[in-house]
Every structure is written in structure tokens, then in C-alpha cells.
């Protein structure tokens, strides 16, 4: 699977912001897509997860009622919206997958990722 993150950029406080991430290489079913986030000197943090078929669905604490995740298995796309963006939405955005069909919110649980996409909120 190669993934391919876009969106990203700056925005301030409250504001919002889409992600998109194209996946290729493989059919898109069977797969779990996730976001990570990551800051300099931090570990990678899970900011949510879906299966290709849109049915499950799980995101962190941090981001749960302000991000939405959504798949396009004809696409082949996952997109994060991100609603009221705070100063610590502020990170490095990673798309991943994996295959099966557990959710699960450790990175090293993703075996593919893409390449990150800064976003920055600014107050």
C-alpha cells in the first residue's frame, strides 16, 4: 500500500482544516485507515481510526466530537475534518493502514504509512 497525505497548513484557533489521504498499490477493503499526529520530541499519537468500509469508526479523547473520519472506497481516499482546531492540534499528520479489521491506536501496529503534513493552529 503507498499512501499519499494532503491538505495541512495553517489555521487559526477554531478554525478548521481537511486531510486527505490517497491510498494505492492494493484494493481498498479489508483495510483499517488511520491518522496519527506527532510533534518534535514526542511520540506519534493516534488521532483516529475507520475501517475502508466506513462502518467503525474510533478517535482519540482529544480530538472525539471536533475530528470527523471518512472513507471513499472508490477512491480509494480517507479524509479527516478537523472542527475547532486548538494550539495543540498543532502537529505532524500521518496517514496509515493496516490490514484486518481491529482498530487498534498504537502506530506500531501500522505496518504502511505516508508522508506527514504539517498543521499548525495558531491563537
Known amino acids: 500500500v503507498q499512501l499519499q497525505a494532503s491538505g495541512g497548513g495553517l489555521v487559526q484557533v477554531g478554525g478548521s482544516m481537511g486531510l486527505s489521504c490517497q491510498a494505492s498499490g492494493r484494493t481498498f477493503r479489508g483495510e483499517i485507515m488511520g491518522w496519527f499526529r506527532q510533534n518534535s520530541g514526542k511520540e506519534r499519537e493516534f488521532v483516529a481510526a475507520?475501517?475502508?468500509?466506513?462502518?467503525?469508526?474510533r478517535y482519540a479523547e482529544s480530538v472525539k466530537g471536533r475530528f470527523t473520519m471518512s472513507s471513499d472506497s472508490a477512491k480509494k481516499t480517507v479524509s479527516l475534518q478537523m472542527n475547532g482546531l486548538k494550539p495543540e492540534d498543532t502537529a505532524v499528520y500521518y496517514c496509515a493502514a493496516r490490514d484486518g479489521s481491529v482498530l487498534y491506536t498504537s502506530s506500531d501496529q501500522y505496518p504502511w504509512w505516508g508522508q506527514g503534513t504539517q498543521v499548525t493552529v495558531s491563537s
Open positions: 475507520q475501517t475502508t468500509n466506513g462502518r467503525s469508526t
